[in-house]
């Protein structure tokens, strides 16, 4: 008694309660990086149960809204250099009005007879969604397992089909990571740890069974699963068949997620870190509909992060020393824990260059995701038909 008495009146109700609150703070993001994330740093995908004994004949869907011919020329052959056992096909979909573009698209078939091109016409009075264009890729593809990539991205390998082949194996819904180009700047770091960051928080919940979502760039899908719903969801959105569609097909433990850098696609950036945070914005609008235990589950860690270091700044500003010490202590400590296993997970997915500048992410990502919070606040009209 007289112990509590002596830290009440050195350090006061005040310096009691903060102190409690960073250790409350502290643990709980201890069990974020210790326990939720280390799941998908141990997960090995060969442990599931096999539903399948040979990697299936697949198609790769990609829609293209634009007349981009460096993805003819840079991107597209990726796709056909794969090394896959089984037999493929690339079905492309273009939405334009542009004829010497399609023209160029099924010129292709002279050097790659596995690809199909199908084509929208645009009409600025009936615009074609991301949905309507893959649908129509969905029903031209000749495969039952269905893989959905973009323009945007190039498989990181040539065995990037073998991976997700291999995984086909194991489950009817298919979860690949997508790494952001790497480039020379702080402002590119920042982008590639933010999208680490995002996606280490369904990739948590995927190995654990609880699937929500994927990404476009890297996801895949039995057509029987896709009919059995009646196609995608949320017509009224141009966006969302990477999470609320795949919330509607998600079945405890049909989900099998691909975790080697081989099997990693790598998405072109378009710009900086404004169109980034356009990205993540324009993306985010399908988040107001996600269940309220994912939702409850990635804010908590980001709260949680947010105040614990507000906390230790206060320790550090109005406390005594001793206090400061243990306080930034207990900073460094949370700070190592969340550098190794970030990097354990940036392994497992072939991110590069990850720890040397993490400090800088670690204190501006609590910011960065309340900006984009507090921009969610309007609804982003681009995202709807």
């Not at 029987?224 to 068949?241: A, P, Q, R």
């Not at 993306?283 to 992060?305: A, F, L, M």
């Not at 400061?324 to 824990?337: D, G, P, S, T």
């Amino acid at each position: 008694m007289q112990y509590i008495d002596y830290i009440l009146q050195h350090y006061g109700w005040q310096g009691c309660l903060l102190a409690i609150a960073i250790l409350v703070l502290f643990f709980i993001q201890l069990y974020y990086y210790l326990i939720r994330y280390r799941r998908v740093s141990t997960f090995r995908n060969s442990h599931r149960k096999r539903i399948l004994e040979s990697e299936p004949p697949i198609s790769i869907v990609v829609p293209i809204f634009s007349e981009d011919y460096a993805y003819i020329d840079e991107r597209l052959p990726h796709l056909f250099a794969q090394q896959y056992d089984a037999t493929f096909e690339v079905v492309i979909v273009y939405v334009g009005a542009d004829g010497d573009f399609y023209e160029e698209l099924t010129r292709q078939r002279l050097m790659h007879p596995n690809l199909t091109v199908t084509k929208f016409d645009y009409n600025p009075r009936f615009p074609i969604s991301v949905k309507q264009a893959i649908n129509l890729g969905i029903k031209a593809a000749h495969n039952e397992h269905i893989l959905l990539t973009t323009n945007s991205s190039t498989p990181a390998s040539e065995q990037w089909l073998a991976m997700m082949g291999k995984a086909f194996m194991r489950g009817e819904i298919i979860l690949g990571y997508s790494a952001l180009e790497s480039k020379k700047g702080l402002s590119n770091y920042l982008m590639r740890m933010s999208n680490l960051q995002t996606s280490i928080y369904w990739l948590a919940q995927a190995v654990k069974g609880n699937t929500y979502r994927g990404t476009r760039h890297n996801i895949g899908f039995t057509k029987s699963l896709y009919f059995k719903v009646g196609g995608f969801n949320y017509l009224s959105m141009n966006i969302g068949e990477d999470d609320l569609f795949i919330q509607s097909i998600a079945r405890n433990n049909n989900a099998s997620v691909v975790l080697i850098p081989k099997g990693t696609v790598i998405e072109h950036a378009w710009g900086g870190m404004k169109w980034w945070i356009g990205q993540l914005r324009h993306y985010g609008e399908t988040y107001r509909y996600y269940p309220i235990h994912v939702k409850n589950s990635i804010e908590w860690d980001i709260c949680s992060q947010g105040l614990f270091f507000l906390c230790i700044l206060t320790a550090l500003i109005f406390m005594p020393l001793e206090y400061k010490a243990a306080a930034f202590l207990l900073l460094l400590i949370r700070y190592l824990v969340a550098l190794a296993r970030t990097l354990s997970i940036a392994k497992r997915v072939g991110e590069r260059k990850v720890g040397m500048r993490f400090f800088i992410f670690d204190l501006i990502n609590p910011l960065l995701m309340l900006s984009v919070r507090m921009m969610m606040i309007r609804k982003d009209s681009s995202a709807w038909k």
